[in-house]
Structure formats: structure tokens, C-alpha cells
């Protein structure tokens, strides 16, 4: 596994609390 998986699966994961958060404030 790439060590830039980590970072990759960090920015995803934001990625989707910051969508969930713009849903939640809909």
C-alpha cells in the first residue's frame, strides 16, 4: 500500500463530513 493512501483516505473522509455537514444544514 502507498503511503499517500493515508492522506488520500483523510481527504475523502473530509470530503464526506463536509458534504454530510452542507446536507445536515439543508
Known sequence: ???D???WYKYR???TLKAA???VAV
Open 1 to 3: 500500500m502507498p503511503e
Open 5 to 7: 493512501l493515508g492522506a
Open 13 to 15: 473522509l473530509n470530503k
Open 21 to 23: 455537514d452542507n446536507i
